[in-house]
């Protein structure tokens, strides 16, 4: 059976990127069409984008649920399958000239259980790909013969990491990390799922979400980062249950979940140590 997750965001990333690569395409796709709440806004590129998701899920014969971040929970028919996509990721950064977008789709049983997960990367063309049971691959374009692993760093120690730490809200700059954020070798910040698919390409080590957390819909990018080979937690260092996430959305209920992820168990437990927060 095909993979829905990689055909849907090979067919949004080829259609969007030389689109995105256009200043005058750009200013199309910009306008704000819907106010979603809490701070959160829908743009005409993420319409575009739904749409592009639900014309090839009807190509490819799609039968079964699907949640996507602007239409929710969708039927569509009766096969007992799940595909939770985010068709297009970072929208408000893209308007504000900050490029570090992606789109990203995740396909799970009925009972939650991971079956596939693909990452379409909108600045580098490559998607970051996995199966459950098979290792993490680089796709581009995304057949056999262009495949090669794909893996989270080796890095060990914070004084080397590069660590991503959602800051972009003032919700979430009152509980930064202070000591965390004096003592990583690099810092940057950004969220959804291009983090977790950089991540898996090994260019950065860490990513950190641990109080104010990320919707279901994007929390469940860093199963992929698991994949990968990575170790990831909540905020408190207790497992992240995606099979439970995946359920959720399956009822169309979307809450949040904290994250701290990287590379390696070792620098989990660095990043762990200076969060300051109540551990498990």
């Not at 909540?234 to 904290?258: C, K, M, N, T």
Request: hydrophobic residues 45%; negative net charge; charged residues 25%.
């Amino acid at each position: 059976m095909q993979s829905a997750a990689l055909a849907v965001v090979h067919r949004i990333s080829e259609k969007l990127r030389p689109l995105l690569q256009d200043p005058a395409e750009v200013e199309k796709l910009g306008p704000v069409v819907a106010d979603k709440g809490d701070e959160h806004t829908a743009h005409e590129v993420d319409v575009s984008a739904e749409a592009i998701l639900f014309e090839t899920l009807d190509e490819i014969g799609y039968r079964g649920t699907v949640y996507s971040e602007e239409r929710g929970l969708v039927v569509l028919g009766d096969e007992e399958r799940l595909l939770v996509c985010d068709p297009y990721c970072n929208t408000t950064l893209t308007f504000r000239g900050f490029r570090a977008s992606a789109v990203a789709a995740y396909e799970h049983a009925a009972d939650g259980t991971f079956v596939a997960g693909a990452i379409a990367d909108l600045q580098v063309r490559r998607i970051l790909y996995a199966e459950a049971g098979g290792k993490t691959q680089t796709l581009w374009p995304p057949a056999p013969d262009a495949q090669r692993a794909a893996g989270v760093s080796d890095v060990r120690d914070v004084e080397d990491a590069f660590i991503v730490v959602s800051l972009l809200k003032a919700k979430r700059r009152a509980s930064s990390p202070p000591r965390l954020l004096a003592e990583a070798g690099m810092v940057t910040t950004v969220d959804g799922a291009i983090t977790a698919a950089r991540l898996g390409f090994g260019e950065i080590d860490g990513f950190v979400d641990d109080v104010v957390g990320q919707p279901f819909y994007e929390a469940l990018a860093y199963q992929m980062v698991e994949q990968a080979g990575g170790t990831v937690t909540d905020g408190r260092g207790e497992p992240v249950d995606f099979p439970a996430i995946a359920r959720s959305l399956a009822q169309g209920v979307v809450r949040r979940q904290s994250v701290v992820a990287a590379s390696t168990a070792a620098l989990h437990r660095e990043i762990m140590n200076r969060l300051d927060r109540p551990t498990a």
